[in-house]
């Protein structure tokens, strides 16, 4: 279900992205703030959704608890950073959110850590829309001609660890397990800290490489273009 849910987002990311782009090339200012504007705000009410849904059925299930509820994972996290970061203009968001969001969904997605309880089956529904548009969504930025930049690795690595001060603190007040900083996550596949924090770099590094790839291949073609 969730890789039938992610192809669906992705195609949607990708018609839209390239509608984006034709209405840039036409010079369609209006036409591509509108088309951005909207689909942004649908995905963002999708993540929205998906995340107070989980909320609601912890409330049901008498879950709702300061070691369950946080934005305190990665995940909920980027839940939270992703409309702001489709929406304004900071570099340093757009940048923590592309590199973190769609690695970080797409691994929930492989390997889904999910909190038993009576409604299970719309648990694993918003457990599986959230992390496919957190794997899809930020890709929107790249129709409006935006381009992350290598450096941008760092800042996604600054605010991993600006979010695990409190993720840290909370885990040992609580005795929660935010950003699995205590014990690898239930499905038993991820990583526990420090490795986590390893695999987190080589991720993280990985991405660099292919943005700076794609850069000089961008400025590869437009020398090209110029000759």
Request: aromatic share 10%.
């Amino acid at each position: 279900m969730q890789f039938l849910m992610l192809t669906m987002l992705a195609l949607w990311v990708g018609q839209t992205a390239r509608r984006i782009r034709l209405l840039r090339h036409a010079g369609q200012r209006v036409g591509v703030r509108r088309v951005y504007q909207r689909n942004t705000l649908c995905f963002s009410a999708l993540a929205w959704l998906a995340m107070s849904g989980q909320l609601t059925i912890l409330a049901l299930n008498g879950l709702l608890r300061m070691d369950t509820a946080l934005p305190l994972h990665l995940c909920g996290a980027m839940g939270v950073c992703l409309y702001p970061a489709l929406r304004t203009r900071s570099e340093r968001l757009r940048e923590a959110v592309f590199y973190l969001a769609p690695p970080g969904g797409m691994a929930a997605l492989l390997f889904p850590s999910i909190m038993n309880c009576e409604q299970q089956q719309w648990m694993t529904l918003f457990f599986f829309l959230l992390h496919a548009v957190l794997a899809t969504a930020p890709y929107l930025l790249l129709g409006l001609g935006w381009r992350p930049q290598p450096r941008g690795a760092l800042t996604a690595a600054a605010f991993l660890v600006l979010l695990a001060c409190p993720a840290g603190v909370v885990n040992q007040v609580f005795g929660a397990n935010y950003l699995f900083l205590r014990a690898p996550a239930a499905s038993g596949i991820l990583f526990r800290f420090p490795a986590l924090a390893g695999v987190a770099a080589v991720v993280l590094g990985v991405e660099a490489l292919g943005v700076w790839g794609m850069e000089k291949a961008a400025h590869r073609r437009d020398s090209e273009c110029c000759l």
